[in-house]
């Protein structure tokens, strides 16, 4: 008896050491909310909601607007998204169905390096390499071909929105592509074969059986680097431009939450002005939470979908 009280005792201390961890996590973002909200609340009584839907960020009249830098990063990761899923994914598959186990091993260990190298060399090597190309090679290319839509137009500098879009895609291949492929080796290989006996092709089974089964934590991957992207800064900051105007091609310069953040916090000259910048971060953290909220929303209801087609 003794000996199950003190394993009773155990048990709740382990319990309660838990749940107070889990308490403290969300303490920590309750209280980062709190002091963002508190340290821009010069900003937020002086703009109020006008601060989200304004163009206009002038220093010198002290008349800010979010919206450039709202603009420029949802466009910088709708970009970075539209390329690196494709190729993070395809990859994914190839390593987990495809590819020799010695092959996989050895490209699975290359596609995680990419995800160690600091940002500041994808900058360097955006600066160096990725904004002369699209300057002399896809600029003039696209806007040959489809020059004719406004997203295909515009002066041919090289640093700009597509430019910091190609960064932050080589960025995040990694996240979709590591997260995916240890979520198709988890699918129960009786999937595998059950498909394959009725007669499928080894495509038709991935596309048919593999993928849906694993399209919970693929879409997880997704969301992973689309967060990946919202907060990423020194690569940006050094290829996108930092230009806080809204344009429709997507050559021009932009800006980003991110990059006014790094570029102009160390600047600010006024208690007006930090403030701005502080609501730019309030304003990021609540996209970041958004975006992490739909994911599980999804998440939820694949789940639901799946338990109920079972």
């Known amino acids: 008896m003794p000996r199950s009280s003190s394993l009773n005792w155990q048990d709740r201390l382990f319990r309660w050491a838990c749940l107070g961890f889990a308490l403290l996590i ?3 973002v309750a209280a980062l909310a709190v002091e963002l ?6 900003a937020l009584r002086a703009f109020g909601f006008s601060f989200l839907w304004t163009q206009v960020w002038d220093p010198v009249r002290e008349v800010f607007g979010a919206l450039p830098f709202i603009y420029g990063t949802l466009v910088t990761s709708a970009i970075a998204l539209l390329i690196a899923v494709p190729f993070g994914l395809g990859t994914a598959i190839f390593l987990a169905e495809l590819a020799p186990p010695r092959i996989s091993e050895i490209i699975g260990f290359l596609v995680e390096l990419l995800a160690a190298i600091p940002s500041v060399i994808y900058g360097l090597v955006g ?7 699209v300057r002399s090679v896809a600029s003039p290319s696209v806007d040959a071909v489809l020059g004719w839509l406004p997203v295909f137009q515009g002066s041919p500098y090289g640093v700009g929105i597509f430019t910091a879009g190609l ?4 960025m995040i291949v990694p996240f979709v592509t590591t997260v995916s492929r240890e979520v198709l080796l988890t699918v129960p290989r009786s999937q595998r074969e059950a498909a394959l006996a ?10 048919t059986t593999i993928l849906p089964y694993a399209r919970s934590g693929i879409i997880g991957s997704i969301f992973l680097a689309l967060a990946r992207a919202l ?7 050094m290829v996108v431009g930092n230009r806080p105007e809204i344009h429709p091609s997507i050559f021009d310069p932009g800006y980003t939450m991110a990059a006014v953040l790094a570029n ?19 304003v990021l953290f609540g996209i970041t939470i958004v975006v992490n909220g739909v994911a599980r929303l999804l998440l ?9 087609h079972v």
């Open 127 to 133: 600066l160096f390499v990725v904004v002369p190309w």
């Open 264 to 282: 102009e916090f160390a600047e600010a000259t006024s208690n007006l002005y930090l403030g701005a910048l502080i609501e730019i971060g309030l």
């Open 300 to 308: 939820y209801r694949l789940h639901d979908t799946s338990a109920v």
């Open 231 to 237: 907060g990423e800064t020194m690569a940006v900051t």
């Open 198 to 207: 009725l007669g499928a092709t080894h495509w038709e089974t991935i596309w």
């Open 26 to 28: 969300l303490g920590l």
């Open 37 to 42: 909200a508190w340290s821009s609340r010069l």
């Open 167 to 170: 960064i932050l895609a080589v």
